[in-house]
Nanobody
Framework: QGQLVESGGGLVQTGGSLRLSCAAS????????MGWFRQAPGKEREFVAA????????YYADSVKGRCTISRDNAKNTVYLQMNSLKPEDTAVYYC?????????????????WGQGTQVTVSS
């Protein structure tokens, strides 16, 4: 079936950086677009970034554009999210997701596989 496991979350001060990782197991996702989403308390899950199957196209939410970089290593079956210049409003649980298609989309309903999430907390 395939599983996604996120890691790399934690507590960081405003302006700090974190690198999230998403390791896939059980199947390869090298032909699938992958994405990162986040959900803050009391809010809906929202799109953060996505990358197509070979890493040649990336798409970001306006709220993180210029501060975050999504990348993937298909040999390692892993996707990364480098987050810089973090702000308190970035505090959320971050989820990795994979979709059946190879192209980038931003809707949560377009993704079939989800990880359990990793908490990111940015202190002011």
């Amino acid at each position: 079936q395939g599983q996604l496991v996120e890691s790399g979350g934690g507590l960081v001060q405003t302006g700090g950086s974190l690198r999230l990782s998403c390791a896939a197991s059980g199947r390869t996702f090298s032909s699938n677009a992958m994405g990162w989403f986040r959900q803050a308390p009391g809010k809906e899950r929202e799109f953060v970034a996505a990358v197509n199957w070979d890493g040649s196209f990336k798409y970001y939410a306006d709220s993180v554009k210029g501060r975050c970089t999504i990348s993937r290593d298909n040999a390692k079956n892993t996707v990364y999210l480098q987050m810089n210049s973090l702000k308190p409003e970035d505090t959320a649980v971050y989820y990795c997701a994979a979709r059946s298609g190879s192209s980038v989309v931003a809707g949560t309903r377009d993704y079939s596989y989800w990880g359990q999430g990793t908490q990111v907390t940015v202190s002011s």
